[in-house]
């Protein structure tokens, strides 16, 4: 199986700066998919950036311009660059990882999520 740990999260002021890491662990030959998803209190969870295993990345329109999502392949991990963070940008973040690898024939069945990581934007 695989486990995800996130951290970086915290209380930052407004136009402040965060970095968030996750590191996936277990039995890991690749990763296809890495992303981050955030959900505020009473709101649906909702994509915040992806980055495929070729480099490319998805920003949600929200946060354009101001996040920056990148990993390092050889040590499993996702990392999301958080400048001129807003209020809104409060939420739980999520680490999520697709088309895990677990040698070079066969995937795990499974998409996996970490435990959730709060941030918490102060006007």
């Known amino acids: 199986q695989v486990q995800l740990v996130e951290s970086g999260g915290g209380l930052v002021q407004a136009g402040g700066s965060l970095r968030l890491s996750c590191e996936a662990s277990?039995?890991?030959?690749?990763?296809?998919?890495m992303g981050w998803y955030r959900q505020a209190p009473g709101k649906q969870r909702e994509l915040v950036a992806t980055?495929?295993?070729?480099?490319?990345?998805n920003y949600a329109d929200p946060v354009k311009g101001r996040f920056t999502i990148s990993r390092d392949n050889a040590k499993n991990t996702v990392y999301l660059q958080m400048n001129s963070l807003k209020p809104e940008d409060t939420a739980v973040y999520y680490c999520?990882?697709?088309?895990?690898?677990?040698?070079?024939?066969?995937?795990?069945?499974?998409?996996?999520w970490g435990q959730g990581t709060q941030v918490t934007v102060s006007s």
């Open positions: 999520h990882v697709d088309g895990v690898r677990r040698n070079s024939l066969f995937y795990y069945p499974n998409d996996y």
């Open positions: 277990g039995r890991i030959f690749s990763i296809d998919a």
């Open positions: 980055i495929a295993g070729s480099g490319g990345t």
